[in-house]
């Protein structure tokens, strides 16, 4: 029984088989709509302006402090830090949530 499709790569192979993984589970895949493309794009540039924001503010801060004591260039890179992650991980809950339907 010749086969004339061209043979799978390993990754489409992959892909079925988590396709069929997926079915098997219940879940379900729907397209994203043109208003949730809008949204997370709008979430995306939103959080992106903000943890810009969040960078000036660090090189000033660290501008400022120029010459002081390493341990409190520390201190004040891990709070921008923090500040970025809990920024970034906010976004993503956001968008998780517009690709779920939810507004």
């Known amino acids: 029984m010749p086969n004339d499709a061209a ?12 396709r069929k993984q997926d079915a098997d589970a219940g879940v379900s895949t729907r397209p994203i709509t043109d208003e949730q493309r809008a949204a997370i794009a709008e979430v995306r540039s939103l959080y992106g302006s903000k943890i810009a924001e969040q960078d000036i503010l660090q090189q000033s801060a660290m501008n400022r402090l120029l010459g002081a004591d390493p341990a409190e ?25 517009l690709r779920r339907g939810a507004n």
Not at 7 to 18: D, N, T, Y
Not at 91 to 96: G, L, V
Request: proline fraction near 3%.
């Open 7 to 18: 043979p799978k790569s390993a990754v489409e192979i992959a892909m079925e088989r988590l």
């Open 73 to 97: 260039l520390d201190v004040v890179a891990g709070q921008f830090r923090h500040e970025r992650e809990r920024l970034a991980s906010e976004r993503d809950a956001r968008i998780d949530k």
